[in-house]
């Protein structure tokens, strides 16, 4: 079971599902439902839609954060998520718990120019526990929710493909 865990992990966002699929090795090892954006797929800056293809994990944030905890540019605020916080500030878009930083690495479709996945600050985030699940409600990123980004954050190295379509 030990080389098992040293086998390389992978991630597999799927549209149409609304799951994230984490393979070790080539072999399923676990389904999450996820939230993408409401206005669907696509790459281009500004469109708010969840981009399409390879990417990696460029940076993992928040390691030790509270469950809830609240980022804005990706810090933490000092803030913990609750509904008199969301009743506060009903305009903020909650990235909440940890971050993984997506980077695409297909030159022209997700990374450079317009397309850019990461200049488009796309994360596997936390969210609200009020958000619903396994429909698109995101602008752009991949909302998961809070325990299970924990675990995801434990389980993914910075690195890790990460496939979307």
Known sequence: M???RTEPVSLRVSLAAQTLALTRGGALEKTYAVSTSKHGAGETHGSFKTPRGRH???AKIGAGA?????FRGRRPTGEIYSAALAGAHPERDWILTRILWLSGTEIGRNRLGRVDTMR???YI???PDTEPLGVPGSIGCIRM???DVVELFDLV???TVVDIA
């Open 2 to 4: 030990e080389r098992r």
């Open 145 to 147: 929710a809070n325990g």
């Open 125 to 127: 985030h936390g969210m």
């Open 56 to 58: 990696i994990v460029r």
């Open 120 to 122: 488009r600050y796309i």
């Open 157 to 159: 190295e910075v690195g």
């Open 66 to 70: 509270p469950l809830n905890a609240v």
